[in-house]
Structure formats: structure tokens, C-alpha cells
């Protein structure tokens, strides 16, 4: 297949939207990573995702809105919750997980009685959306279990012949995927972190309960809240060590594990004394700016042919709890902790 590389003006724009109406995959920009998309009515064109992807059957999709009313087609119901999250946060990074209505394909959902849903802000996913008249479901557009992909040559690098095209809406500006949170039961529980914060959450719904799978590997025979979160992901060939110190601890950490094949992903400003070839992904206290480097960081460390990668552990605050729950999984949960 010839996949078709647009940019994001209209022309460009109206013939994606056209793509996804006749049931064809297309890459599109979002402002947390770029998503694959489909129509999520279409249970053929949302099944032709996992094929692309190699993404397993029992993962299910999150189904992107560009106007609040097309949740009562794809919801039961709406929490006063979730109304009220919705009203603070969306247009935005934030994936709220309802009871499903009647009629959404199981590809959608992999066979749960739930769905997942966000409104995007980025303009381009929401020009899509509205031109194309679908709701789009979209996973992240990487080959299953490598790193999400932020920009549109990312994209390609995995995706190319395999979709028929891909939307280039330039960087993503948060880098890490949304904060999913199921609002099914009495209480909001975070299945995973993102740009809106556990802190986020509480100033509008009141306690959040964090689910294990957040930052501890599944136990096994336990069952997923959110199944994505059971699969090692997010991760590169290399070997991902999180090395967790100050900045000299680190340092010494690295040097004195110094061989052919290591590499470090270190903080910005901490590179020196180093004695093997490092990249860098933000400043220690700037978890904003790690959040929109560290997918790429493990990509570069591919090109790079690195074997290991002591990785300095980001601060789990914030947004920064985010960045820390994806290099865990990078890591298959492998954390040196000399603090
Ligand atoms: O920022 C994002 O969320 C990006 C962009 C493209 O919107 N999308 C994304 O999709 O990260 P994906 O498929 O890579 O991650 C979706 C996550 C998975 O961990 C999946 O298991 C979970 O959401 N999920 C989806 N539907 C669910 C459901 N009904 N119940 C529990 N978890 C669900
Ligand atoms: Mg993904």
C-alpha cells in the first residue's frame, strides 16, 4: 500500500477525512501523541488498527469526539462526574472510560462493557473528526510495544505502506498519551497518568484512587483495569535501567557500569563527567519538557544501537508521574534506587 503524506491544510485535510469515511486508516496529529484512526462505527475499519499495529486483539481502542453531544451516542450514561471533568478538561488530554452505549462495535472495545472517550484540543484532530463526521478511534500510531510516536517522521518510520496515509500536524506538545480514568464506579480511578494530574483531577471530582497497574507490574493471574497497561511497552530494543540518585550519584552509578553498548539518558545540564555517550530528555526539575522528550529519547536510542540505557528516574510528581510510569515500563519495572 502507497501511504499518502499530508500536511495540514484544507485541501490535504478534506481528502484524510474523506479516507476515513470510506473505512481507511489514517495517522493523525493529537496533542498528546499521534493516534491511527478510524471511523469507530466501523467495526471492519477499527479490526484493519490491530492488524497495522500488531496490536493485540484484547487491548481496546479510546474513541476521539470533537463536540460534547456525540457522547450520548456512544455512552449508557454520563456521571455527573465525569460532566463535570468534561466541562474542565476537555477539550484536552484527559480519557474518560464509561459504561458503553448499545451499538458501539466490540473491535472498539475488545469485548468490554466499557468504552474509553476523549475530545482532543489539537485543532487538526478536531478538523478531522468534524469534516470526516466520525468519531475516530485511535491507539497510538507505533507498532505495538515501541515508543508512541510525536511527530509525523516517527510515524512514518513505523507505519509507512501499512496505512493509507498520515497527517502532519508537526510535534505534539504534551509527547506522553492522555490520563485515562474509569468514572464507571463511585469513585474516579486513575488507570494511567498523563498531563492532567492526579492534583488536576482532585480540584474537580475529590479523591482519586490510583490503580497498582499505575506503578507496579501486574500480578500475575490479576486482571488489568486497563489492559494496555499489562503489556512491557513503550519500550526500545535497548535495555532500560532507571537509575534513581542525585545527579553525582547517577553519574558514578553510570561510570562505574561503563562498557561497550551502554548508553545514558541523563537530565539536561548533568551530562558531564559522563564517561559513556548520553542523550538527554528535560531538566531534573522540568517534567513538562521530559514529558515531550522521552518517547523520542528511547527511539534516538535505537538509532544510536544502544544495548543498555541507565535512565536518571524523573520525579514522580505531577505530570512527571507520568514520565515515571512509562520509563518503568521501558524498564520492565528494573529500578536502581541508591537515594
Ligand atoms: O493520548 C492518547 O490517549 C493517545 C492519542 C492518540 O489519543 N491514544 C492512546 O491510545 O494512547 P492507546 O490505545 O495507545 O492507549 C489506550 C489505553 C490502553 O492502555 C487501553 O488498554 C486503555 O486505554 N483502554 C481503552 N479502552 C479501555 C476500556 N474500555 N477499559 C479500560 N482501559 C481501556
Ligand atoms: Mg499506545
Known amino acids: 500500500m502507497q501511504t499518502k503524506h499530508y500536511t495540514d491544510q484544507k485541501e490535504d485535510l478534506i481528502a484524510a477525512a474523506a479516507l476515513l469515511r470510506a473505512g481507511e486508516l489514517v495517522a493523525i496529529p493529537t496533542e498528546t501523541v499521534y493516534g491511527l484512526a478510524a471511523d469507530a462505527r466501523n467495526g471492519a475499519a477499527v479490526a484493519s488498527i490491530f492488524t497495522a499495529k500488531g496490536r493485540p486483539s484484547d487491548n481496546p481502542l479510546i474513541v476521539h469526539i470533537a463536540d460534547k453531544c456525540e457522547l450520548n451516542t456512544l455512552v449508557a450514561e454520563i456521571p455527573a462526574v465525569a460532566e463535570a471533568l468534561a466541562e474542565v478538561y476537555w477539550p484536552g488530554p484527559l480519557t474518560m472510560i464509561f459504561n458503553k452505549a448499545e451499538g458501539v462495535p466490540n473491535e ?14 489539537h485543532p487538526v484532530a478536531r478538523r478531522l473528526i468534524e469534516l470526516s463526521g466520525c468519531p475516530l478511534a485511535a491507539p497510538s500510531a507505533n507498532r505495538s510495544g ?10 512514518a ?5 501499512r496505512i493509507a496515509a498520515i497527517v502532519d500536524g508537526g510535534a505534539c506538545s504534551v509527547g506522553v498519551e492522555s490520563t485515562v480514568i474509569s468514572v464507571c464506579g463511585d469513585r474516579v480511578r486513575l488507570l494511567r497518568p498523563g ?13 482519586v484512587e490510583i490503580d497498582e497497574a499505575v ?15 499489562k503489556y512491557k ?3 526500545p530494543e535497548a535495555r532500560v535501567v532507571l537509575v534513581r540518585g542525585d545527579a553525582a550519584a547517577y553519574r558514578d552509578y553510570v561510570n562505574a557500569n561503563a562498557a561497550e553498548g551502554v548508553m545514558a539518558l541523563c537530565f539536561d ?17 522540568d517534567a513538562v519538557t521530559q514529558a515531550q522528550q522521552v518517547f523520542e529519547a528511547l527511539r534516538l536510542l535505537d538509532e544510536r544501537q544502544a544495548a543498555v540505557a541507565y535512565t ?13 510510569n512509562r520509563l518503568l515500563r521501558a524498564a520492565g519495572f528494573e529500578v536502581v534506587i541508591l537515594d
Open 108 to 121: 472498539v472495545t475488545a469485548g468490554l462493557d466499557t468504552v474509553a472517550v476523549r475530545m482532543p484540543s
Open 215 to 229: 506503578l507496579k507490574p501486574l500480578r500475575d493471574g490479576a486482571t488489568a483495569a486497563s489492559p494496555g497497561m
Open 233 to 235: 511497552h513503550y519500550a
Open 269 to 285: 545540564g548533568e551530562e558531564q563527567g559522563l564517561a559513556v555517550p548520553y542523550l538527554t530528555y528535560g531538566h531534573r526539575d
Open 195 to 207: 498531563a492532567v494530574t492526579v492534583e488536576m483531577l482532585e480540584a474537580v471530582a475529590g479523591a
Open 157 to 161: 518510520e513505523d507505519m509507512d505502506g
Open 146 to 155: 515501541s515508543p508512541s510516536p510525536t511527530d509525523a517522521h516517527r510515524v
Open 312 to 324: 536518571a528516574c524523573p520525579s514522580p510528581e505531577g505530570i512527571g508521574l507520568a514520565v515515571y
